[in-house]
């Protein structure tokens, strides 16, 4: 039913906003889905609007209900993760370091991120296929140093991020990105949490070797 009034004085059926809102979502990740596999398998430049829609198995005037640009339904969401990570690192007890608090919210965030595993290979290959996309991720990775940099000025009382703040949340999300690459290269079996601790764990061993003197002869 579309929700005009029908024969006989009986009242409009509207769809139940539940059931209206877990459609939306349907279609906006059937989107997504079809965007990253096209971008994937033939590049961004080469896929069209059409294209993703028909893979979807919607509209073309459909796709631009839910996304304004093609490049929009490929970064959909990114701002989710830095976001949920910036909540689960202040929630960290003030007893862990800003180092471990961290490490701490990202391995959190880890089993979450690995029921991605697939998506997030398509990403990458889909952004490594366009100049255009190289450039937007670099412009939200800075977008997502800055947040994680206030976070760190959060916890440490801090009205605006120092110097020091934008270092920390650099180097963190570095070996966390580092540890996204080495789990996607990797067996599947072993977990992305895993790789995320073994990356801080390397980066602190070398900073505390770096400090350390040289032992005389």
């Not at 209206?20 to 096209?38: F, G, I, M, T, Y």
């Not at 916890?155 to 966390?176: M, N």
């Not at 067996?187 to 895993?194: F, H, I, V, Y």
Request: charged fraction near 20%.
């Amino acid at each position: 039913m579309d929700g005009t009034p029908v024969r006989g004085g009986a009242q409009p059926v509207r769809a139940r906003p539940a059931a209206w809102s877990e459609h939306k979502a349907r279609v906006r990740q059937a989107l997504v889905d079809a965007a990253l596999e096209l971008f994937a398998e033939q590049g961004y430049e080469s896929t069209s609007t059409e294209q993703v829609a028909a893979r979807a198995g919607v509209s073309p005037r459909t796709f631009f209900r839910y996304f304004a640009t093609k490049e929009s339904v490929l970064f959909f969401g990114e701002d989710d993760y830095i976001r949920s990570f910036v909540g689960v690192y202040l929630a960290q007890p003030e007893s862990l370091s800003e180092f471990q608090a961290m490490r701490a919210a990202f391995v959190t965030l880890a089993p979450g991120v690995a029921r991605l595993r697939e998506r997030i290979r398509l990403y990458h290959v889909a952004v490594a296929s366009s100049f255009l996309l190289r450039g937007k991720e670099h412009d939200n990775q800075q977008g997502n140093l800055a947040l994680v940099a206030r976070a760190v000025a959060t916890r440490r009382g801090l009205a605006q991020p120092d110097e020091s703040c934008e270092l920390l949340a650099a180097i963190g999300i570095l070996a966390e990105q580092r540890a996204m690459q080495r789990w996607l290269q990797g067996a599947p079996s072993r977990s992305l949490g895993s790789y995320v601790t073994a990356e801080f764990a390397t980066l602190a061993d070398l900073l505390t070797s770096s400090l350390r003197a040289p032992a005389t002869q």
